[in-house]
T-cell receptor
Framework: KAGVTQTPRYLIKTRGQQVTLSCSPI?????VSWYQQTPGQGLQFLFE???????NKGNFPGRFSGRQFSNSRSEMNVSTLELGDSALYLC?????????????FGPGTRLTVT | GNSVTQMEGPVTLSEEAFLTINCTYT??????LFWYVQYPGEGLQLLLK?????DKGSNKGFEATYRKETTSFHLEKGSVQVSDSAVYFC?????????????FGKGTHLIIQP
């Protein structure tokens, strides 16, 4: 079974631009979560989607948004990029059940904002 | 929301030494607890989990016991190997209510010397 895939793997953007990252979950997984990983703040939860609905949201500004499609694929968007948005963005998928369970992570998208 | 505190590294040990990485948490109720590992050049993956109080999760010689009295989930291994060198993250659900998404500790970088 194919793992979680993320595209693109690397991205360089300029401050003020916007960016869209894509995530394809493991086949059959209906929940997709997004995380930001930086050396200073570590791994931080952005949001989670299930059946095209945002079920959970972390403490990030409204510049960070996401969506999920009917095939469970997900995208996240960051508008008006800031230098501090440079990070590794990880996507994770799970079967989704009664409570938060095991998540399967993709390799990440390395975003550099200049 | 839920939160987790873990000892930060780097932690440097010799091969065959005993390992303990401390993790304590703050949460509503009794959520599942997780240890994830990030090996060099690889994605984040689940190492072990425990779903209720006094449960012991184990995998690859690592163990962690869910202690609700001390709100702890310390990771232990009796004899570490060079191949255990990685970054270890303690985690629990970001919030309750069945939605996915995890909150992670800052990570402990473990270095095992031959």
């Amino acid at each position: 079974k194919a793992g979680v895939t993320q595209t693109p793997r690397y991205l360089i953007k300029t401050r003020g631009q916007q960016v869209t990252l894509s995530c394809s979950p493991i086949s059959g997984h209906r929940s997709v979560s997004w995380y930001q990983q930086t050396p200073g703040q570590g791994l931080q939860f952005l949001f989670e989607y299930f059946s095209e609905t945002q079920r959970n949201k972390g403490n990030f500004p409204g510049r960070f948004s996401g969506r999920q499609f009917s095939n469970s694929r997900s995208e996240m968007n960051v508008s008006t990029l800031e230098l501090g948005d440079s990070a590794l963005y990880l996507c994770a998928s799970s079967l989704a059940g009664q409570e938060a369970g095991e998540q399967y992570f993709g390799p990440g998208t390395r975003l550099t904002v200049t | 929301g839920n939160s987790v505190t873990q000892m930060e590294g780097p932690v440097t040990l010799s091969e065959e030494a005993f390992l303990t990485i401390n993790c304590t948490y703050t949460a509503t109720g009794y959520p599942s607890l997780f240890w994830y590992v990030q090996y060099p050049g690889e994605g984040l993956q689940l190492l072990l989990k425990a779903t209720k109080a006094d449960d012991k999760g184990s995998n690859k010689g690592f163990e962690a016991t869910y202690r609700k009295e001390t709100t702890s989930f310390h990771l232990e291994k009796g004899s570490v190997q060079v191949s255990d060198s990685a970054v270890y993250f303690c985690a629990l659900p970001y919030s309750g209510g069945g939605a996915d998404g995890l909150t992670f500790g800052k990570g402990t970088h473990l270095i095992i010397q031959p």
